[in-house]
Each structure stands twice: as structure tokens, then as C-alpha cells.
């Protein structure tokens, strides 16, 4: 480890006296703090080199590759994080695995500053609602929306965002339903599935099949694939999907997502321009890649049940005739989000993701189950107030913890053991803590190690540095006695 020393004078016959005795973790003589030699003395600089032994040259080299090696694992992280959270439909648990290294929860609480006025607000509905009555059947289901879309229309609305599709299926209720979509007063957006990849579509997920109802984005009614991230904390924008399946190869384009499509339309309309997006939400769909969710907290998200809307404080099992509300009972939010909340649309969702109140009620690392149609809100809410986080250039990840790896490390070689321990931890506040402002002023999300490392390595180090002095019965508060030694002859 390096030395606390006086001043050295080239050529002089006594060293100054080192912090410790170990053999390998002397650095250049320019990076000593008090040294008499000239910075720009390369040729003494050479020389010290030549005279360290192959063992302090393994020893350093090691270390060096080491810390890079480190330093490169929060972009590949990112990286593996990209390709499978962008590869599959959502629900998978990976989203805890991927936020292990990094405190995600750090910087979605908070988010990236909103100013804004929250735009959104849920209407659902459950398996079982209408008295006990089942509203899964699909045709069942497709009364109980029509109804919904009509009730939603006397609200003071801007837009019906409904997280469902309509594949084609028979029921009397289409003649009716489709009349109440085409005619609506207020914009719709209604949502596509597509079906798994297979051999047929090289690796590209398909489009399925819908209704001719919604099958031309004209008119009110627009569409996005309800296709979500298998990492859920992030916002999907655009998938690759191939269509015409009744070619030899199809094609393959790109479509946007239910949230991206509620978004673009809301920001539209507000503006008053439909060319008009945000340039920091330009430049992400340009990138390709998918930003993190900043998550509101739960219960946050007015919510208000479909039969509540319907019926008011009437017996909800009469919902298919009850009279539209001629009140206002909805939050008076320009968006709602309708969709269902069963076991049929759970997704998992880190704990380090889910909001601040429910956090104390589950076991940390542990997944959460939450509902689409929670998610699909959160994620037009981020999209439209630009709250999301984007993460952040590859070269600057590693080269934010490569410099944090050697101070910490430069801490050992030029402080005792307990002092350099108390320095790397201030210093691994200090990143932590730069991060959190760079992802609340700039949206900007950096998976540093300093967050969650930020202990482990400084004690890592520590303990070694003990050992060798244990070893060597040197005091870890205060350096050994000096020493004779002719210069340019290694330790």
C-alpha cells in the first residue's frame, strides 16, 4: 500500500517512511502527493518501473483488469437486460434478477421531476363482477365495454384508452358495439395481441387477427399492441411484427404499443399538432431501446369501478340497463384506461419498483403481481409527462464505475486502512448520490456499483490490508517505522 511520506528526493539514500510494508502496492512516484520529483521527469518515472519485480507487475496488471472487468458489468447487465426484457411478452420474473446489482427503487419514487398535472385514471372491472354474474365470456365482456365506452363519453374526458382487444368472434352484441366505437364522441385506442414467435415467423412475433371494426387506424379509433417487456419496469414502445402471414415470408413492421399510441395521440391533441412529440421522447424511439418506468405509487391512480360508473349507488346487477350517468363520476382526469383486473392479466413487478406505500407490506427482492391495466396507466402517464428514465450511455456506465473503482482503490494505497475506509464509503455517497440528481433533473438512469457496492468493496480492501499487516504486526492506525533502503532497488 502506498505511503504517507515526506518529501523524496531523487537520488537521496533514505526511502520515507510507508504507510505498510506490502510488497506490490507502490504507485508511480508521480501519483505521490508531496514528492519532490518533477512530474514531467519521464525518465525517472521509467526507471521506477523497470526496477519492480514480474511478481508487483502481476500483481497491479490483475488488479487493473480486475476493475475493468467490474466496470463493464453494469453495461453488460443492461445490455442482456435489453435483448430478453425486449424479447417476450411480459410477466416473466426477470425483473427481479436484472435489479439485483443496482437500487432501481432509488430513483422511481421520486422519478424525473414531473411538473405536470396527472393525467390519468383507471376504470376496472373484476372476473366476477355484476353481482356474481361472469363478465369473462367474451361476448359478456364486449356488452359490459360497449356499456362502459358509452357511460365514459358523459364524463369529462379526452380520450378512452381501452386495454382489450377484439379478436374476431360471433356475438350478437357486435352490430351495437360497433356503432358505439365508430361513433364515439370521444377518441378510442384499443389495443392488438400477437400470437408467440414460431418457425414460421423467423423469430418475429404475429399479429393476430381483429375485428374489421378496428382494424383501419381512421377515425376516432387508433391501435397499439398491448405486447408488454418481460422486465416490466420497463415502458414498451415499438415491436416488430409480422403481418400477411398469407404471403410465402410476410412482412415484418414495426407497430406501436397501446401506450405509445395513447400518448402520441393525447400530446396531439393538446398541442393541437399531430406531428408534435416531445424531442426527449423523439430521440428515445430513434435509440430503439426501452426507458424505465417511473412508477407512481400505488393508489396514487384514481381508480373507479365500471359497475360504480355505471350503476352509481344502484344494485349493480342490473349494469346492462342501467341509465348513462348524467353526473360526474369519474376524477376528472383527461385519460382513462379501461381494463380488466383478473388472474388472466397479472404481470410480476420488482419490489424495488412498486410504490412507496406497499413496500413496508412485502419481504424485499421478493416479485409483485400487479395488473396490466395498472401498468399500461403508469406507462402512458411517463410517456405523456416525459417521467421516464432513460438509461444512460454505455460509455459513460463504465467510465462513472471504473473511476469509482480505482479511488476507492487509490484510497488504500494512500491512506491507513481505517481512514481510506471512511474515505471510500463518503466517496461511494457521493456517486450514489450524484446518480439520484442525475435521474431526477435529467431522467438519466445510471447503474452505478457505488450504489449497492458501495460498502462491500471498501471492506473487501480493508480486510486484505488488515490481513497483510496481522501478518506483517503492523499497527492499522499508525505507519511502521522508517526504513533504510538504497533507491531503485524493489521492495
Known amino acids: 500500500m502506498l505511503e504517507d511520506r515526506p518529501a523524496l528526493t531523487v537520488g537521496a539514500k533514505e526511502q520515507p517512511t510507508p504507510i505498510t510494508t506490502h510488497p506490490y502496492k507502490e504507485v508511480l512516484p508521480l501519483l505521490r502527493i508531496g514528492d519532490t520529483m518533477p512530474i514531467t521527469d519521464w525518465g525517472a518515472h521509467v526507471s521506477w518501473l523497470r526496477g519492480k519485480p514480474l511478481r508487483w507487475w502481476a500483481y497491479n496488471t490483475t488488479q487493473v483488469v480486475l476493475y475493468l472487468l467490474?466496470?463493464?458489468?453494469?453495461?453488460?447487465?443492461?445490455?442482456?437486460?435489453?435483448?430478453?426484457?425486449?424479447?417476450?411478452?411480459?410477466?416473466?420474473?426477470?425483473?427481479?434478477?436484472?435489479?439485483?446489482?443496482?437500487?432501481?427503487?432509488?430513483?422511481?419514487?421520486?422519478?424525473?421531476?414531473?411538473?405536470?398535472?396527472?393525467?390519468?385514471?383507471?376504470?376496472t372491472y373484476g372476473e366476477k363482477d355484476a353481482g356474481g354474474e361472469l363478465v369473462s365470456e367474451s361476448c359478456q365482456r364486449r356488452k359490459l365495454l360497449m356499456r362502459i365506452i358509452q357511460a365514459v363519453q358523459t364524463q369529462k374526458v379526452r380520450l378512452i384508452v381501452l386495454d382489450f382487444s377484439f379478436a374476431p368472434t360471433r356475438c350478437d352484441i357486435n352490430p351495437q358495439l360497433e356503432h358505439v366505437i365508430r361513433t364515439s364522441s370521444v377518441p378510442l385506442v384499443i389495443g392488438l395481441r400477437t400470437e408467440e414467435a414460431d418457425e414460421r415467423t423467423d423469430g418475429e412475433a404475429l399479429l393476430q387477427p381483429s375485428e374489421a371494426m378496428i382494424q383501419d387506424d381512421t377515425g376516432v379509433v387508433k391501435r397499439g399492441l398491448l405486447r408488454l417487456n418481460s422486465d416490466t419496469r420497463k415502458i414498451p414502445l415499438e415491436w416488430p411484427m409480422r403481418v400477411n402471414m398469407r404471403t410465402e415470408e410476410g412482412t415484418i413492421e414495426r407497430f406501436p404499443t397501446l401506450s405509445l399510441v395513447a400518448a402520441t395521440q393525447f400530446i396531439a391533441m393538446k398541442y393541437g399538432n399531430p406531428e408534435r412529440l416531445p424531442p426527449r421522447l423523439t430521440r428515445q424511439l430513434e435509440s430503439g431501446t426501452h426507458p424505465y418506468a417511473s412508477f407512481l405509487p400505488r393508489g396514487s391512480i384514481p381508480t373507479t369501478s365500471a359497475l360504480k360508473l355505471l350503476c352509481g349507488d344502484g344494485p349493480v346487477e342490473n349494469w346492462k340497463n342501467c341509465a348513462l350517468p348524467r353526473d360526474q363520476r369519474l376524477s376528472g382526469m383527461p385519460i382513462v384506461v379501461v381494463g380488466e383486473e383478473s388472474s388472466r392479466d397479472e404481470h410480476y413487478l420488482s419490489e424495488d419498483a412498486i410504490g412507496a406505500e406497499s413496500r413496508s407490506n412485502h419481504r424485499s427482492g421478493l416479485p409483485k403481481k400487479v395488473y396490466g391495466v395498472w401498468l399500461q396507466a403508469n406507462y402512458i402517464e411517463n410517456l405523456v409527462q416525459g417521467s421516464y428514465l432513460k438509461s444512460a450511455v454505455p460509455v459513460c456506465i463504465w467510465v462513472t464505475n471504473f473511476v469509482w473503482l480505482i479511488l476507492v482503490e487509490l484510497a488504500f494505497r494512500f491512506h491507513l486502512p481505517l481512514r481510506a475506509l471512511v474515505y471510500s464509503v463518503l466517496m461511494s455517497t457521493l456517486f450514489s448520490f450524484g446518480a439520484y440528481l442525475v435521474a431526477l433533473q435529467w431522467g438519466w438512469y445510471l447503474p452505478l456499483w457505488s450504489v449497492e457496492m458501495g460498502i462491500i468493496v471498501p471492506l473487501v480492501l480493508f480486510v486484505d490490508e488488515l490481513r497483510h499487516m496481522v501478518a506483517h504486526n503492523e499497527s492499522p492506525s499508525s505507519p511502521p517505522v522508517a526504513t533504510n533502503a538504497v533507491p531503485g532497488v524493489p521492495n
Open 70 to 123: 467490474l466496470a463493464s458489468v453494469p453495461v453488460a447487465l443492461e445490455k442482456w437486460s435489453q435483448s430478453r426484457s425486449e424479447g417476450g411478452e411480459g410477466g416473466s420474473d426477470s425483473g427481479g434478477i436484472l435489479s439485483l446489482p443496482f437500487r432501481y427503487s432509488w430513483f422511481t419514487h421520486p422519478g424525473f421531476a414531473q411538473t405536470e398535472p396527472q393525467v390519468v385514471q383507471l376504470v
